[in-house]
Protein backbone atom coordinates (compact mmCIF):
# COMPACT_ATOMS: atom_id res chain seq x y z
CA UNK A 1 0.00 0.00 0.00
CA UNK A 2 1.07 3.82 -0.32
CA UNK A 3 0.24 5.94 2.13
CA UNK A 4 -0.09 9.92 0.97
CA UNK A 5 -0.09 12.68 3.34
CA UNK A 6 -1.00 16.12 2.16
CA UNK A 7 -0.30 19.38 3.61
CA UNK A 8 -0.21 23.37 3.05
CA UNK A 9 -3.42 24.40 2.43
CA UNK A 10 -5.11 27.25 4.24
CA UNK A 11 -7.19 30.24 4.01
CA UNK A 12 -6.19 33.01 1.45
CA UNK A 13 -7.57 35.84 -0.04
CA UNK A 14 -8.78 35.94 -3.69
CA UNK A 15 -5.85 36.74 -5.81
CA UNK A 16 -3.35 35.15 -3.63
CA UNK A 17 -1.23 31.62 -3.84
CA UNK A 18 -0.79 28.74 -1.56
CA UNK A 19 1.42 25.61 -2.44
CA UNK A 20 0.06 21.80 -1.43
CA UNK A 21 2.24 18.94 -0.99
CA UNK A 22 2.09 15.78 -0.72
CA UNK A 23 4.41 12.61 0.34
CA UNK A 24 3.97 9.23 -0.26
CA UNK A 25 5.52 6.88 1.86
CA UNK A 26 5.07 2.77 1.23
CA UNK A 27 4.96 0.45 -1.52
CA UNK A 28 6.32 3.83 -3.83
CA UNK A 29 7.80 1.68 -6.21
CA UNK A 30 5.00 0.73 -8.53
CA UNK A 31 3.43 4.46 -8.55
CA UNK A 32 2.90 6.23 -12.71
CA UNK A 33 1.66 9.00 -11.73
CA UNK A 34 0.20 11.17 -8.92
CA UNK A 35 -2.53 13.84 -9.33
CA UNK A 36 -4.39 16.51 -7.51
CA UNK A 37 -7.98 16.62 -7.25
CA UNK A 38 -10.60 19.15 -5.32
CA UNK A 39 -14.06 18.16 -3.99
CA UNK A 40 -15.94 21.30 -3.17
CA UNK A 41 -19.00 21.67 -0.61
CA UNK A 42 -22.42 20.29 -2.85
CA UNK A 43 -20.01 19.07 -5.64
CA UNK A 44 -18.32 15.56 -7.28
CA UNK A 45 -14.67 15.35 -6.75
CA UNK A 46 -12.75 17.04 -9.95
CA UNK A 47 -9.61 16.50 -11.47
CA UNK A 48 -6.86 19.02 -10.98
CA UNK A 49 -3.33 17.88 -12.10
CA UNK A 50 -1.05 15.25 -12.59
CA UNK A 51 2.08 14.13 -13.46
CA UNK A 52 3.82 11.54 -14.24
CA UNK A 53 5.92 9.85 -11.74
CA UNK A 54 9.05 9.35 -14.35
CA UNK A 55 9.33 12.09 -17.50
CA UNK A 56 6.90 14.50 -15.25
CA UNK A 57 4.55 14.72 -18.05
CA UNK A 58 1.53 16.94 -16.86
CA UNK A 59 -1.85 17.08 -17.02
CA UNK A 60 -4.54 19.92 -15.69
CA UNK A 61 -8.05 20.68 -15.64
CA UNK A 62 -8.75 23.84 -18.03
CA UNK A 63 -9.81 25.65 -15.19
CA UNK A 64 -6.58 25.69 -13.31
CA UNK A 65 -4.05 25.79 -16.60
CA UNK A 66 -1.94 28.99 -16.63
CA UNK A 67 -2.56 29.93 -12.78
CA UNK A 68 -1.75 26.30 -11.33
CA UNK A 69 1.50 24.16 -11.58
CA UNK A 70 2.28 20.38 -10.89
CA UNK A 71 5.63 18.97 -10.02
CA UNK A 72 7.99 16.57 -8.39
CA UNK A 73 10.67 15.71 -6.27
CA UNK A 74 11.05 11.98 -6.81
CA UNK A 75 14.17 11.61 -4.39
CA UNK A 76 11.42 12.92 -1.92
CA UNK A 77 8.53 10.71 -2.91
CA UNK A 78 6.36 14.30 -2.85
CA UNK A 79 4.35 16.25 -5.32
CA UNK A 80 3.32 19.73 -5.45
CA UNK A 81 0.58 21.71 -6.55
CA UNK A 82 1.65 25.60 -6.29
CA UNK A 83 -1.71 27.94 -7.07
CA UNK A 84 -1.70 31.15 -8.10
CA UNK A 85 -4.51 33.69 -8.89
CA UNK A 86 -6.61 31.87 -6.49
CA UNK A 87 -10.29 32.65 -6.91
CA UNK A 88 -12.91 31.80 -4.73
CA UNK A 89 -14.18 29.30 -7.22
CA UNK A 90 -10.96 27.28 -6.21
CA UNK A 91 -12.45 26.30 -2.52
CA UNK A 92 -12.32 22.98 -1.64
CA UNK A 93 -10.82 19.80 -0.32
CA UNK A 94 -7.96 19.15 -2.07
CA UNK A 95 -6.76 15.61 -2.38
CA UNK A 96 -3.64 13.79 -3.98
CA UNK A 97 -3.59 10.09 -5.11
CA UNK A 98 -1.37 7.50 -6.52
CA UNK A 99 -1.95 5.64 -9.68
CA UNK A 100 -0.09 2.11 -10.04
CA UNK A 101 0.96 1.19 -13.72
CA UNK A 102 -1.51 -0.23 -15.72
CA UNK A 103 -4.36 0.88 -13.88
CA UNK A 104 -6.88 3.24 -14.64
CA UNK A 105 -7.95 4.52 -11.55
CA UNK A 106 -6.33 5.88 -8.94
CA UNK A 107 -5.53 3.49 -6.05
CA UNK A 108 -4.67 5.46 -2.94
CA UNK A 109 -5.71 8.67 -1.59
CA UNK A 110 -4.81 10.69 1.37
CA UNK A 111 -7.46 12.58 3.82
CA UNK A 112 -7.37 16.16 2.20
CA UNK A 113 -6.46 19.63 2.57
CA UNK A 114 -8.89 22.33 2.67
CA UNK A 115 -7.85 25.55 0.70
CA UNK A 116 -10.39 28.40 0.83
CA UNK A 117 -10.21 31.35 -0.80
CA UNK A 118 -11.97 34.25 0.62
CA UNK A 119 -13.39 37.28 -2.14
Known amino acids: QVQLVESGGGLVQAGGSLRLSCTAS????????MGWFRQAPGKERAFVAAIAWSGGRTYYADSVKGRFTISRDNAKNTVYLQMNSLKPEDTALYYC????????????WGQGTQVTVSS
Open 97 to 108: ATRNRGHSDYDY
Open 26 to 33: GRTRNIYD
